[in-house]
């Protein structure tokens, strides 16, 4: 009897014991699945043509609070380059946002030339939809034309509750991020100096958006003189103010400080060209984060902001000007602002926060001569008329439709009506453009579609080529090289971006906020491996064509 009760304590004792051990692992197992580790805001910044050296030849001119704070405080990937090209803005967001190339992702340039209509097209344009917002056309856009999913469209697909919010100067930039399931993306129209949304987003402007407008902040900025935020003396890193390198901009007889557009015709597009639209963008980002109660519950926001005027900026006056100096120090304030407003909102352990570019440039190619550098200019509209004369001569057609992009487009209805192979078309023409000073190889559209094993330039227009956006042929420049219109003295001002070289494909990568450790990545990386790691940040699938990898020093810094 004493035993029986004796076991039978014993047995009640190792259940009740069992039940705690279980209750205990139960609850932690229970607390470590419900407890979401994403942040409960994501911020993803471009900034448009930003070279990956900005960051250490302005260094000492930043405040603490911005570029530094991102580098010290967050990761710095030091070695990430795009993989395809042209490396230019559309394509840049898609591939950041996509996590893969434009052979996949279909935005091959900003814009394109279509044969059968005879017209180039806009890689966000569709005039299926309208403004809203301004009675401009300049909100007639969609995201048709991107073929495949962004993370920001993962994120809205995986958790219905999340916000993706997308703004920016250029249109292509805000859409472009924001993908097509976007809760609000806006852009900057340049004609009437306010911000717009496509009909394919809104059917109207949220009241907050038309606040903003109507406080008229483009011409309250445009009061004040751009003028230098330091004295001249401490732009070490860049050439003279009055350079001869660059363009001149409405009402100026010199490209030198101070600038003022606030009474010229066009003042609302010149205000583009200024850092006060950086301002202007990243006052609209915090009316968006309060309005839209971005960061405010469990389920993770997506904010994607995109500085535009760095470029467009950076076009007219190159990588060595003091107006691009000044402009990134001002920039850098900016950010430091933004990072200021969010850590002080949001709280630092709940967002996180990338910063990256769409491309860099190539410096302007005129300078490089001048310094006895490689470098030069493709002179198109009479190289192209000469080379259409000789196959009228040789084959009796002028054969080239059009030239964009480094591409070349064959009219196919003139080579079925003379029965001219293309083939012999092709050839031809490559080895007549070969022999241009500054041309180092031309692809036909065959060679770049059928080649198994190609090189590393090859590879690269691979995963930038489709069939059916792209031309029949593909120019690749050497290093240094720049196509323009015509060889004038004002053809020669500024400089552009597309090639395949480090000068464009270089680019910063800063990471910052919750989960991410203080450490620099030497790795090589490619522009895609952001979507692949935003994906495992935020705990969704990855986008449905995404082909980047994750990086795993952020994902686990103590992995060799």
């Not at 030091?78 to 898609?94: C, D, E, L, R």
């Not at 052979?103 to 340039?109: F, L, M, S």
């Not at 006052?283 to 839209?292: D, G, H, L, P, S």
């Not at 304030?333 to 630092?348: P, Q, T, V, W």
Request: hydrophobic residues 35%; charged residues 20%.
């Amino acid at each position: 009897m004493i035993y029986y009760i004796s076991h039978k304590i014993n047995c009640i004792h190792m259940k009740f014991l069992s039940f705690l051990i279980l209750f205990f692992f139960t609850s932690i197992s229970s607390n470590s699945f419900s407890q979401k580790k994403a942040p409960k805001l994501m911020v993803g910044i471009v900034v448009d043509q930003m070279c990956y050296e900005y960051l250490y030849r302005y260094f000492d001119q930043f405040s603490d609070s911005g570029f530094v704070k991102l580098m010290q405080q967050g990761t710095n990937c030091k070695n990430i380059h795009y993989n395809y090209v042209p490396t230019f803005t559309g394509p840049g967001h898609a591939s950041i946002y996509t996590g893969t190339t434009p052979n996949n992702h279909g935005i091959i340039a900003n814009q394109w030339f279509v044969k059968e209509t005879g017209k180039s097209i806009n890689c966000v344009e569709d005039k299926s939809f309208h403004t809203v917002g301004s009675t401009s056309s300049n909100g007639q856009c969609s995201p048709q034309k991107l073929m495949v999913n962004t993370i920001t469209d993962q994120l809205k697909m995986t958790y219905n509750n999340s916000k993706v919010i997308s703004i920016s100067i250029k249109d292509r930039s805000a859409i472009l991020s924001g993908g097509h399931l976007s809760d609000g993306s806006y852009w900057y129209d340049k004609l009437e100096g306010k911000m717009i949304t496509s009909d394919y987003f809104k059917s109207s402007l949220p009241d907050w958006v038309n606040q903003f407008n109507n406080q008229n902040l483009p011409d309250y900025l445009m009061k004040s003189d751009w003028t230098l935020l330091n004295s001249i003396e401490n732009y070490n890193a860049s050439g003279p103010d009055n350079s001869p390198y660059e363009h001149l901009l409405a009402g100026k007889l010199t490209p030198t400080f101070p600038y003022n557009f606030s009474k010229e015709n066009k003042k609302y597009s010149l205000f583009t060209f200024l850092p006060a639209a950086n301002s202007y963008l990243k006052e609209f980002a915090i009316k968006a984060i309060e309005n839209e109660k971005l960061g405010q519950d469990e389920v993770t926001d997506f904010l994607a902001i995109s500085f535009s005027s760095t470029d467009i900026l950076g076009h007219a006056f190159g990588p060595q000007s003091v107006e691009i100096e000044d402009m990134y120090l001002r920039l850098d304030l900016e950010i430091a602002a933004l990072l200021s407003y969010l850590e002080s909102r949001i709280g630092r352990e709940d967002f996180t926060l990338f910063l990256t570019a769409d491309h860099a440039v190539l410096p302007v190619p005129q300078l490089l001569i001048d310094k006895k550098l490689s470098g030069g200019y493709l002179p198109l509209s009479t190289l192209i008329l000469n080379l259409n004369d000789k196959l009228s001569t040789k084959f009796g057609a002028k054969f080239i439709q059009s030239y964009q992009n480094n591409n070349i487009y064959l009219d196919d209805a003139t080579l079925k009506l003379l029965n001219v192979s293309k083939d012999s078309i092709q050839e031809f023409i490559r080895k007549e453009v070969e022999n241009w000073k500054g041309v180092k190889r031309v692809y036909s559209s065959s060679e770049i579609e059928q080649q198994t094993f190609p090189s590393k330039w090859l590879k690269m227009i691979k995963n930038g080529w489709v069939k059916n956006r792209n031309g029949d042929l593909f120019i690749m420049l050497e290093p240094g090289y720049l196509s323009i219109y015509e060889d004038t003295a004002k053809g020669r001002l500024g400089t552009s971006h597309g090639s395949a070289f480090n000068y464009d494909t270089q680019v910063p990568l800063l990471w910052y906020g919750k989960n991410i450790p203080s450490i620099e990545v030497y790795e090589k990386l490619d522009i895609t491996d952001i979507t692949t790691t935003l994906a495992f940040l935020l705990d969704v699938s990855l986008p449905n064509a995404t082909t980047g990898k994750p990086i795993l020093k952020i994902l686990n810094p103590h992995i060799d």
